[in-house]
C-alpha cells in the first residue's frame, strides 16, 4: 500500500507542478506583450511631439497677437522668421519667432532695435529640424515644422483681425 500511496501522492505533486508551470507560462506571455503594447503607445506618443509642440508654441502666439497689422513675415540671415507686434505703453515691441542651430527660437525686443539682429539671438525653446513661414493670404499663415523623427507637419493659422 505504502507503494501505491507514494505514487498517487508523486502524480498529485508533478500534476500540481505542471499546472503550476503552465500559469507561470501564461503570466510571463501576457506580460511580454503588455509591455510590447506599452512601448508601442508610448513610441507612438512621442513622435511628432516636437513638431506639434512647435507648431501649437506658434498658433497660440499668432492668436495673443491678432491684432489688425501686428503679424508679419520677415527673414533673419535668409531663414523665415514670424514677427508679432505689441505696444506696451508707448513702446512698441517685437516677437520674433524662427528657426536656427536645430531649435525653434524666439527673441523679444523694442522696435528700431533690428538693425543688428542675427541669427541665434533669442531663447531656444524646442529642438526641431525645420520651420519655415509663409503668408499665403493676408488672413491666412502657414507654417511648417520638421522634427528630429522626420515628422513633417504644415498647419495653417487665420488671422481673424481686419488688416
Known sequence: ????????????????????????ASAMIVVYIGAGV????????????????????????????DESGSIRIDSIDGRSALVLEQSIGETVFETWIYHYDGALRELFISRGNTAGLRAGAGDELIRICSLEFSMPHERLVSVAVRSGDDIYIRKLVSIRSVT
Do not use: P, W
Request: proline letters at 0%.
Open 1 to 24: 500500500m505504502t507503494i501505491k500511496n507514494t505514487n498517487k501522492h508523486m502524480i498529485d505533486i508533478l500534476f500540481t507542478l505542471s499546472l503550476f508551470c503552465v500559469f507561470a
Open 38 to 65: 506599452y512601448r508601442t503607445t508610448v513610441d507612438n506618443m512621442n513622435m511628432g511631439f516636437e513638431s506639434g509642440t512647435a507648431l501649437n508654441f506658434v498658433s497660440t502666439k499668432i492668436r495673443q497677437h
